[in-house]
């Protein structure tokens, strides 16, 4: 049988943590629509943008079963520290369980409720680097919450934003799932306080950064 590229990819990169195999596994096993854990591939891409971007703190919205946060934690420099988010709380103790586990448990802060509500109790706490990956139907409201949170030179990094090519598709444009990315897509296009790359990676991944000032 012919390799696929995906295949070759996953062959020529770092190999995938144990930990994270696991969890990757056990998401499978026991939860519906696995398919939203980041995986093997995205998850590398992940911890490597974290070694490069070297952030202090980071925000996560949409934990799912902790697949991406762990990524994120293993890239993070030993003084730093991850909050993340999930609306679901029979996810809890499976995420618990497994962040428990992992050598970053005393970094990781998982919160259980709705964003917009836990976002609006932070505070005046500042943020190096967001990860999205909450409701495709609310990034517009989550982008503009989390923008005063970011630091200048920050980053939002937004996934699914290619939506399975749905953003391209008219048949699926009525779908509320796209219209939120296709939405989202157009504001940070247009967003002149920020630089912008969709990576066409899985299932489209987005990097934004926060201009500082003196750059706009």
């Known amino acids: 049988m012919m390799q696929t590229l995906d295949d070759y990819i996953l062959e ?11 969890l990757d596994r056990d998401t499978h096993l026991y939860h519906l629509r696995p398919r939203m854990c980041s995986g093997h591939l995205q998850g590398r891409i992940l911890k490597m943008l974290v070694r490069m971007i070297r952030p202090r703190r980071i925000l996560e919205l949409g934990t799912f079963t902790g697949y991406s946060a762990l990524c994120l934690a293993e890239g993070m420099p030993e003084s ?12 809890e103790d499976f995420i618990r369980s497994h962040f428990d586990s992992s050598e970053f448990a ?6 259980i409720g709705d964003a917009k509500e836990i976002l609006a109790s932070m505070g005046d706490v500042k943020f190096d680097l967001v990860f999205m990956d909450a409701n495709k139907r609310e990034y517009c409201e989550y982008y503009d919450l989390v923008f005063p949170m970011l630091e200048e030179g ?8 290619l939506w399975d090519e749905h953003v391209v598709d008219e048949s699926h444009l009525k779908d509320a799932q796209t ?27 987005t990097l934004i950064r926060k201009r500082p000032k003196c750059e706009l």
């Open 154 to 161: 920050g980053f939002i990094i937004a996934d699914n934003t």
């Open 12 to 22: 020529h990169i770092d190999a995938e943590p144990e930990f994270l195999h696991t």
């Open 106 to 111: 005393d970094r990781l802060h998982l919160h």
């Open 80 to 91: 730093s520290e991850l909050h993340t988010i999930e609306i679901d709380d029979e996810l």
């Open 179 to 205: 219209q939120g990315i296709v939405r989202f897509n157009k504001m940070v296009a247009m967003d002149d306080r920020v630089e912008k790359v969709i990576l066409p990676i899985r299932d489209g991944l």
